[in-house]
Nanobody, 123 residues
Framework: QVQLVESGGGLVQAGGSLRLSCAAS????????MGWFRQAPGKEREFVAT????????YYQDSVKGRFTISRDNAKNTVYLQMNSLKPEDTAVYYC????????????????WGQGTQVTVSS
């Protein structure tokens, strides 16, 4: 059983940066691939980024490549999403997720989900 709690969301101007954190409870954090999803008003939840159990590999949605960076610190049971060059279209509620593999994260087949944190980018 794992609980995920996101933090770090807020209001930022276009072109700015924000760093999201996802703190996980439990003793088996390193057994899970982790990822981030987002959901904008009136739209379905979409995949943003994922990272392998060890942190050795990552994968991103095309729209955020070169701007967002996912990372993890297994000693702290925490995964991060560094967001740079933010655009208004990045505005959404961002969710942290844990799954069996990065592929499972991409497919939305996560075992656990956080409560979400709001990111608003103004123009």
């Amino acid at each position: 059983q794992v609980q995920l709690v996101e933090s770090g969301g807020g209001l930022v101007q276009a072109g700015g940066s924000l760093r999201l954190s996802c703190a996980a409870s439990g003793r088996t954090f390193s057994n899970y691939a982790m990822g981030w999803f987002r959901q904008a008003p009136g739209k379905e939840r979409e995949f943003v980024a994922t990272i392998s159990k060890s942190g050795d590999s990552t994968y991103y949605q095309d729209s955020v490549k070169g701007r967002f960076t996912i990372s993890r610190d297994n000693a702290k049971n925490t995964v991060y999403l560094q967001m740079n060059s933010l655009k208004p279209e990045d505005t959404a509620v961002y969710y942290c997720a844990a799954a069996y593999s990065p592929g499972a994260v991409v497919r939305g087949e996560s075992y656990y989900w956080g409560q979400g944190t709001q990111v608003t980018v103004s123009s």
